[in-house]
């Protein structure tokens, strides 16, 4: 009798444990990294980015339900612009290059090598992700907002700001353009 409740203690460990691991599981309702962006060394360099986009998404949602007025009605849409943020160094070296036509192919020379190598060794501080989604406002009318959100190298949400997608930008800008050329 004494081992035949010892094992029924046991199993109900072992099927306890294993639901605290499948909570664990992340299931993100939209794509947040795009995995072959080719400008993006971080992505590159991280083929299996799920981790990664569960560890987003997971922050992102974590900020919104403690600075919305109506989380409940928080309905996420889409991410993007995912990039690096390099330290100051990194971006002083980045600017002579661009500036000297480097990436271009132009002055090729050791001291250039030298800096893009030195460039390359630097890693991110942060990350940067945007992030468009629907939420009730304070009147209680659905709105659609993009927030820029600054990620640490842990992908914890340091401070997110308003903002626009670059494509949706360009897609405006080409709608006054046409409505100018008629």
């Known amino acids: ?10 199993c109900l460990c072992a099927c306890s444990c294993k639901q605290v691991v499948n909570q664990n599981s992340c299931t993100v309702p939209v794509q947040v990294t795009e995995p072959h962006d080719k400008s993006n060394l971080y992505l590159i360099m991280n ?3 799920s981790g990664m986009d569960c560890a987003i998404y997971n922050s992102v949602n974590t900020y919104l339900k403690e600075t919305l007025r109506d989380y409940s009605s928080y309905q996420p849409v889409s991410f993007a612009e995912f990039s690096e943020v390099r330290s100051k160094e990194a971006d002083k070296i ?3 290059l661009s500036d000297k036509g480097y990436n271009d192919g132009k002055n090729r020379n050791p ?3 030298s800096l893009a190598n030195e460039w390359r060794k630097m890693k991110p501080v942060g990350f940067t ?7 009730k406002n304070g009147f209680g009318v659905y709105g659609l907002e993009t927030d820029e ?3 640490d190298t842990l992908f914890k949400v340091m401070s997110a700001d308003k903002s626009d997608y670059m494509a949706d930008k360009q897609a405006d800008i080409d709608r006054r353009m046409k409505l100018l050329q008629k």
């Open 129 to 135: 992700i945007k992030h468009k989604f629907r939420a």
């Open 111 to 113: 001291k250039n090598d």
């Open 1 to 10: 009798m004494k081992h035949l409740t010892l094992m029924g203690i046991l």
């Open 149 to 151: 959100f600054s990620l």
């Open 94 to 96: 980045a600017v002579y």
């Open 47 to 49: 083929k299996d980015t």
